[in-house]
């Protein structure tokens, strides 16, 4: 039975309402963990990496690939709004030039997010291997970044296990998906190692931005 043009855009409009209270909640929930976090994971509260992790997992429960980089949008800029609202309400003062970077890198990051999610979840292991290419190498350059420039203000260690995690996005999903035909796997693998290094050049470059 294919479902009618007007509950398709409920369900649409429940998964951004969805975004946007998981995105709030979840900014509001970093920012006051920010002063209570140790050395060690101080970067957790202050770095993009966790963002794009819930953006992903909102923008994987989705159906379509529109409304997948919708979600990611929503998402990430719910979780800016979400963590000013927060540092303003405890008194804290809130960087406009802050709030207008990150929700600019949010609209720019957020369909990379989006698409990498709708790509995760379809058969073709070839897009799903570039989706986790692409989350890996979100990870994977912010990561550098922090090991190149942030050396002696944050934890290397962090951003060691950030690195990590996105190389281990872009080599594991591709051969998880594959686990039964690992040599024809080697494909998906190629091509997610390849997005990984252009997004995570890209994003390294990004981050050279003032």
């Known amino acids: ?23 709030a909640a979840v900014g509001a929930v970093i920012e006051w963990s920010v002063p209570h976090l140790p050395f060690s994971l101080e970067p957790l509260g202050n770095s993009a990496g966790p963002w794009l992790v819930v953006a992903f997992a909102v923008a994987l429960t989705t159906r379509s690939a ?16 979400g963590f000013y ?17 990150w929700t600019a890198a949010s609209c720019v990051a957020g369909p990379l997010v989006g698409v990498a999610a709708s790509w995760l979840r379809r058969e073709n292991r070839t897009r799903a291997a570039l989706g986790a290419g692409v989350l890996g190498g979100l990870l994977v350059g912010e990561a550098v970044y922090g090991v190149r420039k942030l050396e002696f203000s944050t934890p ?19 051969l998880y998906r594959s686990r039964r ?8 693998l190629a091509a997610s190692v390849g997005a990984c290094a252009v997004v995570g050049l890209g994003t390294l470059i990004a981050y050279q931005v003032p």
Do not use: F, K, N
Not at 3 to 21: D, H, I, K, Y
Not at 68 to 79: F, G, K, P, Q
């Open 156 to 174: 290397a260690r962090y951003w060691h296990l950030q690195l990590a995690l996105g190389i281990a996005v872009a080599v594991v999903l591709p």
């Open 66 to 81: 529109i409304t997948s980089i919708a979600s990611a949008v929503v998402t990430l800029i719910s979780l800016v709004m």
């Open 1 to 23: 039975m294919v479902p009618s043009l007007s509950s398709v855009r409920s369900a649409t409009v429940a998964r951004l309402a969805s975004a946007v209270v998981v995105g």
């Open 181 to 188: 035909h690992l040599l024809g796997s080697l494909p998906g």
């Open 85 to 101: 609202v927060a540092q303003d309400i405890r008194g804290w003062a809130v960087s406009q030039h802050q709030v207008v970077l």
